[in-house]
């Protein structure tokens, strides 16, 4: 059974810092990479940044700099350390393979709300 669980939202002030967590099936964390998505009211959904198997990594020149991607797969779980947020940086968080929906088309977790205001 296909499954993303994402966590450690929440709300912080302009310059703060936040860590994402999401925690896959094993199934799917040990063959595909995965990444962060985020979609911002009134937006479509984008890609943030995404990590391979070896642990490469890729992040969006949005967020170059202020977030990292990483993944432990002996926990079959990724993260997103987010430093220096932006009011722009609030969205819904979501994890998903890259490319998104390989396992299951349409399939994606319940998210974690991050909100950057003073």
């Known amino acids: 059974q296909v499954q993303f669980v994402e966590s450690g939202g929440g709300l912080v002030q302009p310059g703060g810092s936040l860590r994402l967590s999401c925690v896959a099936s094993a199934s799917i964390f040990s063959i595909y990479a995965m990444g962060w998505y985020r979609q911002a009211p009134g937006k479509q959904r984008e890609l943030v940044a995404h990590i391979n198997r070896d642990g490469s990594a890729t992040v969006a020149a949005s967020v170059k700099g202020r977030f990292t991607i990483s993944r432990d797969n002996a926990k079959n779980t990724m993260y997103l350390q987010m430093n220096n947020l932006k009011p722009e940086d609030t969205a819904v968080y979501y994890c998903?393979?890259?490319?998104?929906?390989?396992?299951?088309?349409?399939?994606w977790g319940q998210g974690t709300q991050v909100t950057v205001s003073s």
């Open positions: 998903n393979t890259n490319p998104p929906e390989v396992s299951v088309p349409g399939y």
